[in-house]
């Protein structure tokens, strides 16, 4: 059992910058890969970036890819999400996730936090 709590959500003008975290209870969290997803209003969740367990490897969304950096410290337990040139369009509500499943290959997780929102104003 994996518990994952979001943080570092806000309001934040286009063009600005927000860094979430997600904080990992349980022992095991060295060897789950992580990953963000977002949910946008009357849109269908979506794959932001994700991470493997090593931190050696990292994916990210086309839309995200040279604004958005996923990194972690297994030390602590958390993932983060640093989150630069923000648009409009990048609001949402973002849910990190853990999985025993390579990331680059597979977009099943097994575990949810619940979420913290992002809201970017034009």
């Known amino acids: 059992q994996v518990r994952l709590v979001e943080s570092g959500g806000g309001l934040v003008q286009a063009g600005g910058s927000l860094r979430l975290s997600c904080a990992a209870s349980g022992r095991a969290f060295s060897s789950y890969a992580m990953g963000w997803f977002r949910r946008a209003p009357g849109k269908d969740r979506e794959f932001v970036a994700c991470?493997?367990?090593?931190?050696?490897?990292?994916d990210y969304a086309d839309s995200v890819k040279g604004r958005f950096t996923i990194s972690r410290d297994n030390t602590k337990n958390t993932v983060y999400l640093q989150m630069n040139s923000l648009k409009p369009e990048d609001t949402a509500v973002y849910y990190c996730?853990?999985?025993?499943?390579?990331?680059?290959?597979?977009?099943?997780?097994?575990?949810w936090g619940q979420g913290t929102q992002v809201t970017v104003s034009s």
């Open positions: 996730a853990s999985t025993r499943s390579n990331p680059l290959s597979s977009r099943l997780y097994d575990y």
């Open positions: 991470i493997t367990w090593s931190g050696s490897d990292t």
